[in-house]
């Protein structure tokens, strides 16, 4: 008889795995039932901001393969609007309810993939019914944002809460839909993600663009006028908005595992071992925004809810379930974004991690350009760069510039996955050429700026 995967979640994590285990396995010797709450399947979240703004015309552009897909080419019982409500690891059992057609069925599994993602943090004040407040977490979120933005009276000023990345993009894409826009944040500056002297050059991009930035402020409640948002309310006084976008963050997705008995780990997020198997319990797998990881130059367990995360440990979950061998080696933080032409990079460790693992080194920043500086289009460029004081091996890198920034923060990617020392780092072969890179790329400036900080 055919064992029986079903998988909780339907995007990235959950998906990845469903289909990996599908190629190892078919029909006869694995059924497979994919439960997904929403209207969707492997949808790019990534790909909100980019929508909202209009730079993606279409939603479907963001599905990257729907549920008719899934049951066609890969066999497998996509369960659309039906909401896992409990996990009963005894009888091997899901309770899952039909949001559409009401009910509830219960479905039998042999392995169990838990790939629920995560959970956008939301205040109280945000659970009023005042209309114009939304989270931009799924597709439905964004449909419900840009049904708003289109209705009349037409929102003109938006006010976004939080100055995480997907707030800066949100801002970003309000902005170039024409609407006034202000950030509240309610650290000194938005980006924590980059360290204080790499987030002010994004703070700075910010405002010459026309964001409004309200640092070290919070909000703590909405204002309403006929049932429609007003202005949200801070202890500096309110601050007019007609539609109001949350990004303050997100946790793992952990209430059913967390009920079914599963470990959780220092993060909050689902323990699993290097095979995404989660340890303890027979036959049950966990991937993307609702596990920890492993940060590989800490050593410490981290939740870093990224889909490039997600999408490898769903493969090597589903190659495990369907047979094979895979294991997921941790995370490093890379992530890039942009704000209009700025853009942004980091990865490792930011002075504060690396503060918090004990590490003594050094940090320099070097300025460049992104191209030879004759070239037309040379545009200024910041690389940050941390490195153990004892060994020189780096630990951690940011990069903000005007062009061609983004994507070189994977050059640092690989030398700190692979253990490099910055002095190793100065003799890297790169490629040069003027439209492309001064003769010294940006790099190999840092690197060996730190070489320098590294001798005094
Ligand atoms: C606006 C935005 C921009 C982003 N940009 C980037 C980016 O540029 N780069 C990057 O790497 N990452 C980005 N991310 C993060 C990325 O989208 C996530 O890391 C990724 O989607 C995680 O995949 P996942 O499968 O783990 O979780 P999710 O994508 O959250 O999928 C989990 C699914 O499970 C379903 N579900 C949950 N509970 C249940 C239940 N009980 N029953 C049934 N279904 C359930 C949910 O409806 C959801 O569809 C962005 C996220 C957002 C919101």
Redesign the pocket.
Known sequence: MAERLVV?????????AASQARRRRDRTELEIVA????H??S???????YWVSGVVSEREQLVARDPATFRERFDIDVRLR????AIDPERREVV?RDLAGGGQVRERYDVLMY????T?VRPEWAADSIAGVFG???LDDGTALLDWLDREPRPRRAVVVGGG??GV??AEALLQRGLSVDLVEQADRPMATMDPDMADLVLDALRRIGVGIRTGLTVTGLRERDGRVAAVVTPEGPIPADVVVL?LG?RP?T??AEAAGLPLGPTGGVRTDRRMRVPGVTGVWA????VETLHRVSGLPVHV???????K??RVAGINIGGGYATFPGVIGT???KVCDLEVGRTGLRERDALAAGFEFVSVIAESTSRAGYYPGARPMTVKLIAERSSGRLLGAQIVGWSEAAKRIDALAVALWNGMTVDEMTSLDLGYAPPYAPVWDPVLIAARKAVDALAR
């Open positions: 909780i979640g339907g995007d990235a994590a959950g998906m990845a439960f997904e709450r929403g969707f399947t949808y790019s979240a990534c790909g909100i901001p039906h909401e896992v409500t899952a790939a629920t993602g995560a956008p931009v977490q799924t990345y997907i993009e949100m990004g997100v997705n209430a059913l991937a993307g925004d609702c809810p990224l889909g490039t995360h997600a999408n440990q769903g992530a890039v974004t």
